[in-house]
Antibody, heavy 125, light 109 residues
Framework: EVQLLESGGGLVQPGGSLRLSCAAS????????MSWVRQAPGKGLEWVSA????????YYADSVKGRFTISRDNSKNTLYLQMNSLRAEDTAVYYC??????????????????WGKGTTVTVSS | SYELTQPPSVSVSPGQTARITCSGD??????AYWYQQKPGQAPVLVIY???ERPSGIPERFSGSSSGTTVTLTISGVQAEDEADYYC????????????FGGGTKLTVL
């Protein structure tokens, strides 16, 4: 059974940093892209970042580009999200998700087929 | 930036058919995906590649695509289907960004 367990959330002051982790099990971690998706309180889903199976390709939403860094350690079956220069608007539940890739017109795109339960990040003074 | 548009809410009585639409300019070129999210829970994939159903998802869930609009159809709606539903797709401009619709609250009357 595929399982994803996020950790590392908490309360942080504006301008601060936090690193989220996602421990994966039940599948060959290095063979799959992974993604982070967040949900602000009472709001919809927002895609944040994605990373290829090898870690060689990374993608970011404009709202976090230059502040967040996605990475993975395939030897530890773990996904990370380093969040710097945090703002109040980054307050959300952050979900880790296993991604499947689909070839469309010569390029690969992802969708999220299995999600973790999420970890809560609160940015407040 | 690319946007997917969903109606904020849809209401149906038990046993009826619910249809939730999602519109976006790139949908003729990109697949759409649908997620169900119940309160306090993580999203669950219910439809992928416009109309494919993952294993374990009831047959009453189906998807279709026509031009710039995709539709999630739930036939014979049950009380347990009450949830928020989100469509997701990708921007075809080559920027490699993934977008969610704003979500639709399905209420079972």
């Amino acid at each position: 059974e595929v399982q994803l367990l996020e950790s590392g959330g908490g309360l942080v002051q504006p301008g601060g940093s936090l690193r989220l982790s996602c421990a994966a099990s039940g599948f060959t971690f290095s063979s799959y892209a992974m993604s982070w998706v967040r949900q602000a309180p009472g709001k919809g889903l927002e895609w944040v970042s994605a990373i290829s199976g090898s870690g060689g390709s990374t993608y970011y939403a404009d709202s976090v580009k230059g502040r967040f860094t996605i990475s993975r350690d395939n030897s530890k079956n773990t996904l990370y999200l380093q969040m710097n220069s945090l703002r109040a608007e980054d307050t959300a539940v952050y979900y880790c998700a296993k991604a499947e890739d689909v070839l469309v017109e010569g390029a690969y795109y992802y969708y999220m087929d299995v999600w973790g339960k999420g970890t809560t990040v609160t940015v407040s003074s | 930036s690319y946007e997917l548009t969903q109606p904020p809410s849809v209401s149906v009585s038990p046993g009826q058919t619910a249809r939730i639409t999602c519109s976006g300019d790139a949908l003729p070129k990109q697949y759409a995906y649908w997620y169900q999210q119940k309160p306090g829970q993580a999203p669950v994939l219910v439809i992928y590649k416009d109309s494919e159903r993952p294993s374990g998802i009831p047959e009453r869930f189906s998807g279709s695509s026509s031009g710039t609009t995709v539709t999630l159809t739930i036939s014979g709606v049950q009380a347990e289907d009450e949830a928020d539903y989100y469509c997701q797709s990708a921007d075809s401009s080559g920027t490699y960004s993934w977008v969610f619709g704003g979500g639709t609250k399905l209420t079972v009357l």
